[in-house]
């Protein structure tokens, strides 16, 4: 039977854990976006931390302990500064943070340190999209939910679409397990999904959101792929093995990365032209 056999094309020892995993962080990452303040603060750093620590031991995996302790304090620091002083002042700090990482990691003869350097705004830009998204003035706790909602939904769509139809592979030699019909099943639920999130979650304008989330939705493929290709790059499966049935914080969160930075620059650039929000 057509069902049977789409079934079977499932890991269901593999999806059983993802559930078992994202049954705990789901939960608390809500419950920390609710809270906000220095609890939704500390979780984005320390989840963008590890993150930033797994993409070190990915592009330099025989970085020295003292290399990728300073660019993490960096990423701290920076996400601190943003915190209890200013996004712009935060946005300086990392222009003076990023070549000096650089530099330190041409001084201890690390490889790649421009990839070293790189993950500072990478996981950085992100942290402090994160952060600018949830202070926004006019629900910026609902802006959030409506982001996870469209980057969770992108990712089990494509996942499961993907895992029953097969098909055409997207990118077969960046990520082999990847197909079209994942991405467009990914897209459609994410666009369901993110209007149903404008509409609960206090959007102005929730219609505008059936533009938006198939972008976001996009965006945040795109960010998958990159990590893929990183991964690829180096030659392994997963950045890390912290979060069982998903690898490590940065195989978590690589759609996020981009889909936050993507919507924190979209939101400032409308100003107070458009508040759909």
């Known amino acids: 039977m057509p069902l049977l056999s789409a079934l079977r094309r499932f890991n269901t020892t593999n999806l059983r854990l993802r559930l078992i995993s994202s049954a705990i962080l789901a939960p608390l990452t809500v419950l920390a ?8 603060c500390a979780v984005v750093a320390c989840a963008l931390t590890i993150g930033l620590y797994e993409w070190i031991r990915l592009v330099s995996p025989k970085a020295l302990d003292r290399l990728t302790g300073i ?17 712009a002042t935060a946005a300086a700090l990392g222009i003076v943070l990023v070549p000096a990482i650089y530099l330190l990691a041409r001084y201890e003869r690390a490889d790649a340190p421009g990839l070293i350097a790189l993950g500072l705004p990478y996981m950085g830009g992100s942290g402090l999209a994160l952060l600018g998204l949830r202070s926004a003035p006019e629900n ?10 469209v980057v969770w939904a992108t ?3 494509a996942y499961l679409v993907g895992s029953t139809l097969g098909g055409k592979k997207l990118a077969p030699t960046i990520s082999p397990g990847k197909t079209w019909a ?12 993110g209007y149903a999130a404008a509409i609960a979650f206090g959007a102005q304008v929730p219609s505008f959101a059936l533009v938006l989330s198939p972008i976001l939705a996009l965006v945040s493929q795109a960010g998958d792929l990159f990590e893929s290709y990183t ?14 049935g998903h690898g490590g914080i940065l195989d978590r ?3 996020l990365v981009f889909a936050a930075m993507f919507a924190y620059l979209f939101q400032i650039s409308l100003g107070d032209r458009i508040l759909w929000w």
């Open 182 to 193: 994942g991405l467009f099943g990914g897209v459609a639920i994410a666009t369901a999904v």
């Open 140 to 149: 910026g706790v609902g802006l959030v939910f409506y982001l996870l909602s």
């Open 253 to 255: 969160i690589d759609g």
């Open 231 to 244: 991964k690829r790059r180096a030659g392994v499966k997963e950045s890390g093995d912290l979060i069982p």
């Open 33 to 40: 976006v609710f809270l906000g303040g220095k609890i939704y």
């Open 71 to 87: 660019a993490c304090a960096s990423l701290v620091a920076l996400l601190g500064v943003a915190a209890l002083l200013s996004m």
């Open 155 to 157: 990712d089990v769509g």
